[in-house]
Nanobody, 115 residues
Framework: VQLVESGGGSVQAGGSLRLSCAAS????????MGWYRQAPGKQRELVAT???????TYVDSVKDRFTISRDSAKNTVYLQMGSLKPADTAVYYC??????????WGQGTQVTVSS
């Protein structure tokens, strides 16, 4: 499975961005798909996931600001990010987890939020 992220960029605090993750295969073959992020000097952290049945989970710091969604026809998962804060600055990675537990990662897309 190959994942290609896009949509990152630089915005001011309070702004919005939408990240996209296009998968080479059917996203319904995944047990879950998610977005992670890694800021400089920090460990990669889970931001949001969506399971095959459509259950969504978020890390507390992004609840009510970020929304994960998918378009099965396009094999694409999105992360709509709003009310962005400088603390959201990181490289954002898309993850695909198979039912056998194998994980695949995209190359990452940089999000920079300035105050």
């Amino acid at each position: 499975v190959q994942l290609v992220e896009s949509g990152g960029g630089s915005v001011q605090a309070g702004g919005s961005l939408r990240l996209s993750c296009a998968a080479s295969g059917s996203i319904f073959s995944a047990s879950s798909m998610g977005w992670y992020r890694q800021a400089p000097g920090k460990q990669r952290e889970l931001v949001a996931t969506i399971t095959r049945p459509g259950i969504k989970t978020y890390v507390d710091s992004v609840k009510d600001r970020f929304t994960i969604s998918r378009d099965s026809a396009k094999n694409t998962v999105y992360l709509q990010m709003g009310s962005l804060k400088p603390a959201d600055t990181a490289v954002y990675y898309c993850n695909y987890r198979s039912f056998t537990g194998v994980g695949y990662w995209g190359q990452g897309t940089q999000v920079t939020v300035s105050s």
